[in-house]
């Protein structure tokens, strides 16, 4: 390290103003603050509000995203591997599968080896694409702003590849990061200054330029469907109350727990509600997550489902789903501990984040019992309340002046 601290000092005038590469100073700044502790640090106290700076904050979700990761590797390969007839692993071509047999790990389901290699290698290369398409984005707009690179990137790249399926083709993977970073945060002054998720608006892009990759009702599994065993059908668990409505989930062998455990078709990172549960755990324990946000959206779910319930249409439809069923299906408990919980794009006041929160638990519901055109209905419901965030705070703003007023006058 000692050689590279004394290489990047040697190197640091080009950089700096009136230097040959003055303008490529962000991209010297990130790599300087990412390997080495910077110069520039605190003196006093008089200004410090918060010992959790931004990079430390983005640290910790990356640390509360590694169960996700881990699922996301395991559970890919798993029902890749169990989707996979047997009698065709011969016949299968591609890179991956080239490389599968070369290092003779097999397409067992029963191996976990198998199944995390397996899985890798449709996350990393999705991962990879996403750093390098949003990377090129960050950059280049530092570079224009002359203002560094921030490291709120590391976070929504590693969001990004957890919420797309495995199949999905690189290329459409650049096209959406590139829309998501551009239009979704860059536009608006970059990190702080966003109003949406990127990652989300990176998801509703996809979502809606490519429906037939990410539409939530079948296709996600990382093999090809001529490869599969007889009688797979590919479809996953909201596809299936689509189709069948609650009893639909019975017919096909799902249980809650498998649903929780996120051992199920989805995608990549977003089906395991356990593994979101250790994420929350961790954010709540260092502050960093709402636990209100979370709240709210776990009250408005239950809120939601039971009125339909209550109104009853039977278990032939979606109308019967309980509230513990819509916990654990889709993305839902990934983007109540995650998406939802951006300090950014969602509501800053205490009560504020209630009803933000209550509100997003409550319309998940809501689109996916009468809207069969979207049964992942989580991304866009925190989208829309993301755009109501800012005025349910100035509401709640204006109601505690009103408040504070009254009580000083009486």
Known sequence: MKFLLELQDKQRKLFEKGGKLERLHP????????????DSVTKGPSHVRDGLDLKRMMSVVVIALIPCVVMALYNTGLQANLALNAAKVGELTGWRNALLQTLGVGFSPDSLLACLIHGALYFFPVYIMTIIAGGFWEVLFAIVRKHEVNEGFLVTSLLIPLTLPPGIPLWQVAIGVSFGVVFGKEVFGGTGMNFLNPALVTRAFLFFAYPGQISGDKVW??????????????ATALGMIQMGGYQGLADHGYTWWKAFSGLELGSMGETSALACLIGAVILIATRVGS?????????????????????????????????????????????????????????????????????????????RVTNPAYPEAMMLSILFWNIFAPLIDYYVVKANIKRRLARSAA
Not at 222 to 232: E, F, L, P, V
Not at 324 to 331: A, I, N, P, Q, S
Request: glycine share 12%; with cysteine; aromatic share 20%.
């Open 27 to 38: 991209l010297f700044e990130a790599n300087d603050t990412f390997l080495f502790t910077p």
């Open 221 to 234: 599994v990382a093999t090809q469907s001529t490869n599969w065993i007889d009688g797979y059908s590919g």
């Open 291 to 367: 636990w209100r946000t979370m709240a709210g959206i776990c009250l408005g779910t239950v809120v939601m489902a039971s009125f339909f319930n209550v109104l009853g249409r039977g278990p032939a439809t979606g109308f019967a789903v309980p509230f513990w069923w819509h916990m654990v299906l889709g993305g839902y408990a990934f983007g109540a501990v995650f998406m939802a919980t951006d300090p950014v794009s969602s509501a800053f006041t205490d009560m504020g984040k209630w009803i933000y929160g209550f509100m997003i638990g409550a319309f998940v519901v809501l689109i």
